[in-house]
């Protein structure tokens, strides 16, 4: 084996123990001869082991193999491994697997009921939403309560085994079917009264407890008179706490939304979803109806603001959440009736086919892969999710079936950018790690910059992460093992539709160009099972509706890839859309559990494929 004296100095593509472990090695064309076998293994000396780190080719903006990623990892307790160093990580990308249980905020990803419908499966549970008004000492009126007496209810809450949830996991609940945990409530407060945040929000950290305010903007601002108020300032404090949900009660708090006219409603419904997510920074998601009062026209209107679901009360006849007409009526108890629900709140059965979900923010990539599409607001797209996510970097641009042919890859969407300068390039732009290539290919120095904060995909044997990228470090093989150890692939996309479990709002997408376009779109994320999710859409839609779209859908996390005319998506080898697509050169697949190896690159392609990039 042969290597300049310059490639020696800076790495090679080789692994260094393996240019070892060859029988001749030739530094600047002089050859030694490497040492004769030894009949016993021998221990592994803990300063070769500091190599690892040590800046290699990886630390450079070039093209580098990222083979040594796909090892499986070594036992350090086999034999020839000394004990001084048994326990120490010799791989630093082998990811512990992660535990899969059951959480409350799974969602079916099979089996939707169209919005704003109620699942039949939701319909049989009885998930109470409780109700309440000012917290305060002395009270005022016959629905406030003291400090003591609402720390009093979380207390009972608790104690009988209820788990107070959030709008996001009822709604999921009620559009899918999929259970609660065993004895579900969700809290709520209406008008933002400043006992909410002198009084409520700390008992609610104290006793970990989330719960969802409703606020009309003109009361914070002074506009309207009324009883004491939330500042903007106590607002954004609560807004940035994960316990908490920020939502609309109309603008000016009129008492009876179905007497004013078009123009006014559309203020009161439209306006306060502005002024609050232009105040906050947050998506205000939810309408919670003054006094309780609406008709169709005004469910009408909540929808048209884009609001995705609404809450509602009556005086009389209460019922649960799974009761109500529609996502946009949601019903609520008053909190004088939490004694009478104590023993009948129930999250509702199981839904067939409905997978485990990991904890947290882990990830399931075990589950077999699944195809469906899914018609929902005048829109329609397909979903492929399961399995283990890869990427395939072909040497050309083709269609994906040509790319799949001979692949253990199950379905697959088009990836990453590209340039467009030369029909044959499989040049993208920004950084590219392949496993169908295990190679590192650095994104060009001058473009790179205009790529910073794009969401960086990095994906790793057990898990995903999308970063902002950052072109001063992760234009790197080694900037991108040390943001993700274990990373085998790695590309940047256009922008993040849903991050952190919140659809995006426009002014995300900064100035990615025709983001506000309707185009077909292409996109794929992680959903609330910890699934991979891949897809396309059939119809012309943009990004902000298209982030609401999959946030609804179940995506916990989805970042948009190529779009327009590279659209495309495909299953069993064969195309999921009706047209012919731009030619591509790069895709990501999903690998079904029964052709994965269990290696942390499973992806095998034919060598016979002549689209594939040869090692």
């Known amino acids: 084996m042969t290597f300049g004296s310059g490639a020696f100095l800076l790495g090679a593509a080789v692994p260094l123990a393996g240019a070892l472990s060859t029988g001749l090695m030739s530094i600047g064309g002089v050859g030694l001869a490497a040492p004769a076998a030894l009949d016993q293994p021998q221990p592994l000396n803990a300063g070769f082991l500091a190599l690892a780190d040590a800046p290699g080719v990886d630390a450079f903006p070039t093209v580098v193999s990222s083979e040594r990623l796909c090892r499986r990892p070594v036992d350090l307790n086999q034999a020839g491994v000394s004990s001084a160093i048994a326990g120490e990580s010799l791989f630093h990308g082998s990811s512990p697997s992660t535990a899969v249980t059951r959480a409350a905020e799974a969602i079916a990803q099979l089996g939707a009921a169209p919005w704003p419908s109620i699942h039949p499966l939701a319909a049989e549970a009885r998930v109470p939403v409780l109700m309440y008004h000012d917290v305060l000492e002395p009270p005022e009126v016959f629905f406030d309560l003291t400090p003591a007496d609402f ?8 104690d009988n085994g209820l788990t107070p949830i959030s709008p996001d996991q009822l709604v999921q609940h009620l559009r899918t079917g999929v259970a609660l945990p065993e004895k579900p409530v969700l809290i ?3 008008d933002g009264y400043a006992g909410h945040y002198e009084h409520v929000y700390p008992l609610l950290q104290k006793y970990q407890v989330p719960a969802t305010f409703f606020v009309f903007p003109g009361k914070v601002d002074g506009t309207v008179a009324g009883r004491s108020t939330l500042t903007w300032d106590q607002l954004k ?10 939502a609309s ?8 939304l179905r007497t004013l006219s078009d123009e006014e409603l559309a203020y009161e419904v439209v306006e306060s979803k502005q002024q609050l997510e232009a105040q906050l920074g947050i998506p205000i998601q939810y309408f919670s109806y003054p006094t309780g009062h609406y008709d169709e026209r005004v469910a009408q209107a909540v929808a048209d603001a884009g609001y ?26 008053g909190q004088s009736n939490l004694q009478a629900l104590l023993e009948v709140a129930w999250g509702g059965p199981t839904a067939a086919g409905v997978m485990p979900v990991v904890a947290d923010s882990a990830f399931n990539f075990a589950t077999p892969v699944a195809v469906q599409t899914i018609d929902q607001e005048d829109q329609s797209f397909s ?10 970097h072909a040497n050309s641009r083709y269609q994906l079936p040509e790319m799949l042919a001979g692949s253990n890859v199950a379905g697959a969407v088009d990836g990453g950018f590209f340039s467009l300068k030369y ?16 190679q590192f290919v650095p994104g060009y120095p001058g473009e790179t910059p205009k790529l910073n904060g794009r969401p960086l995909v990095l994906i790793a044997p057990n898990e995903v992460q999308f970063v902002p990228f950052d072109a001063t470090r992760h234009n790197t093989l080694a900037g991108l093992a040390q943001e993700l150890p274990g990373v085998t692939d790695a590309f940047v996309a256009a922008g993040w539709l849903v991050k952190d479990g919140l659809p995006q709002p426009a002014s995300s997408f900064g100035t990615l160009f025709d983001y506000d376009a309707r185009r077909h779109r292409a996109f794929w994320g992680i959903n609330t099972a910890g699934q991979p999710v891949v897809g396309v859409t059939h119809t012309m839609v943009d990004s902000v509706q298209l982030g609401e779209l999959l946030h609804q859908a179940g995506l916990r996390d989805a970042v948009m890839l190529d779009s327009g005319a590279s659209t495309s998506l495909a299953y069993q080898g064969d195309s999921l859309v009706g047209y012919t ?13 029964e052709a994965n190896d269990g290696s942390p690159c499973p992806l095998v392609i034919d060598e016979e494929n002549p689209t594939t990039i040869k090692r």
Do not use: C, W, Y
């Open 249 to 256: 009660h109309s603008v000016t708090h009129p008492p009876d």
């Open 308 to 333: 995705l679901a609404g809450f509602t009360m009556r005086e009389s006849d209460e019922k649960f959440a799974g009761a109500s007409e529609s996502l946009l009526t949601i019903e609520r108890f």
């Open 237 to 246: 404090t609560m807004a940035a706490d994960p316990l908490i949900t920020i």
């Open 188 to 190: 709520t407060f209406d």
């Open 581 to 593: 697509p731009r030619p591509v050169p790069h895709l990501l697949g999903l690998v079904p559990p």
């Open 383 to 392: 979903l492929i999710s399961g399995g283990q996510p890869v990427t395939i």
């Open 151 to 158: 720390e009093s209810h979380l207390k009972t809450i608790l």
């Open 423 to 438: 029909l044959d390039s499989n040049v993208m732009i920004g950084p590219v790690l392949s496993q169908s290539t295990r």
